[in-house]
């Protein structure tokens, strides 16, 4: 099983990382501000199954220069781990960061993703429709990209299937409340699913109220399938498959 989205950084214990690392085939940890981008690199590089994504997140722009996004082609370049740019977007559910400004580091950000020719992860929050207007605007995207932790619409998820990105639902969609999300689930087509933890966020229903760790996406992939009618192990093959073609990685072989 593949976690294409945690903080490992951030995790609660170094058990909690070592127990992750160990339960999981891959996960793709992310570094997304200047502190957290040094660390999700040393992490990658520590741990054979672990892959590293970086980028500035959109409450994390106000302190950064465009340089330091140079510097992110250059961290790339000298790091075989780093496979991706992100998390990076838009989110106004919090006014941390001026709109304008948040919107340019996003543009400047999907440049360098498609300069490097590598996977785009996207965070949107009460952004949508500005997010999907900025995505369409820089079509195509060869190397593809995540639309994480999904919060959309079924529109949204649309737009964002035709642009060729990937669906990525964490532990919110097994929340009692979350009737809209697992609305959109049902509609995704099954090629363009991922599943994702966000440790230490967004614990699954059965273990809410606890900080996350990636072990914890089994929770969420039992939920999936059971919502979505499918056998398990069908699901878990078959996002691990999507992530696997996303990040190019290599394949395994289940236990
Ligand atoms: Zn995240």
Redesign the pocket.
């Known amino acids: 099983m593949i976690d294409t989205?945690?903080?490992l950084d951030m995790l609660k214990t170094e058990e909690d990382l070592v127990e992750s690392v160990k339960a999981l085939d891959y996960i793709i940890t992310?570094g997304?501000d200047k502190e957290e981008i040094p660390k999700a690199i040393d992490i990658a590089n520590k741990f054979d199954n672990v892959y590293a994504s970086i980028g500035y997140?959109p409450y994390d722009v106000n302190d950064i220069q465009l340089s330091d996004l140079e510097h992110l082609k250059e961290l790339h370049n000298r790091n075989d781990k780093v496979i991706a740019i992100g998390?990076t977007g838009l989110d106004y559910y919090r006014d941390y960061t001026p709109v304008d400004r948040q919107k340019e580091f996003f543009k400047e950000q999907i440049k360098i993703a498609k300069e490097l020719n590598v996977p785009l992860?996207v965070?949107s929050r009460e952004a949508n429709e500005d997010t999907m207007d900025i995505l369409e605007e820089f079509a195509p995207f060869p190397a593809s990209g995540i639309i994480?932790?999904f919060g959309g619409d079924r529109k949204m998820m649309e737009r964002a299937v035709d642009l060729g990105f990937y669906i990525s639902f964490a532990g919110n969609v097994t929340y009692p409340k979350a009737d809209n999300l697992r609305e959109v689930l049902k509609h995704v087509p099954l090629d363009r699913l991922l599943l994702?933890t966000?440790s230490p966020?967004l614990s699954p229903q059965k273990k809410r109220g606890k900080p996350n760790k990636p072990s914890n996406i089994f929770y969420t992939l039992e939920f999936v399938a059971d919502y979505l009618g499918l056998d398990k192990d069908f699901v878990e093959r078959k996002t691990d498959e999507n992530a696997i073609n996303l990040f190019k990685l290599k394949t395994f072989n289940y236990t």
Do not use: G, S, T
């Open positions: 989205h945690a903080h992310i997304c997140h998390e992860i965070h994480h932790c994702e966000d966020f």
